[in-house]
């Protein structure tokens, strides 16, 4: 399985300690040159796992239109043009532009219940609050949703 992976969801598990979950869900994980210099301050040394490749095609011109940063714009024309199985975005207007071209998206939220599902967390609450602790938005409802979906929820 394929994923191009935006910087923010990188550097959210990157803070956390759980970066290496990436490759143990995902079978290739992608960045293009713009993401690999936004995550250079967080990440200063890449996973070898974690490999750059520039993309070679613009992406669909929908894209061209909207507001989106270096990284978003790259990581979206590559996940098109490799037909990704993924992409990895949080931010919420570039996974509408994503899912707006065809892409499929998930995030570092769904990353960390895909981890549960998979057997690799015990349970996302203490990754959820570790999120919290950074820079994080996360909502009360959304922490509620997740841990239902994780199978976490307490009554």
Do not use: C
Request: net charge neutral; glycine share 4%.
């Amino acid at each position: 399985m394929v994923v191009v992976s935006n910087s923010s969801p990188l550097i959210a598990l990157a803070r956390i300690q759980q970066l290496d979950l990436l490759p143990a869900i995902f079978e290739s994980v992608l960045i293009p040159p713009a993401v690999a210099r936004e995550i250079a301050p967080s990440i200063p040394v890449l996973p070898t796992w974690l490999r750059i490749q520039a993309p070679n095609v613009l992406p669909p011109a929908s894209l061209l239109r909207r507001r989106l940063g270096d990284g978003e714009w790259e990581a979206m024309a590559l996940a098109s043009e490799l037909k990704a199985d993924w992409i990895i975005l949080d931010d919420l207007p570039a996974r509408r532009s994503a899912e707006a071209t065809g892409l499929n998206v998930i995030g570092t939220l769904g990353t960390l219940v895909t981890a549960k599902r998979a057997g690799l967390l015990k349970s996302i609450r203490p990754e959820l609050d570790a999120l919290l602790r950074t820079s994080f938005f996360l909502s009360p409802q959304l922490y509620d949703q997740l841990l239902i979906i994780a199978g976490e929820h307490q009554s």
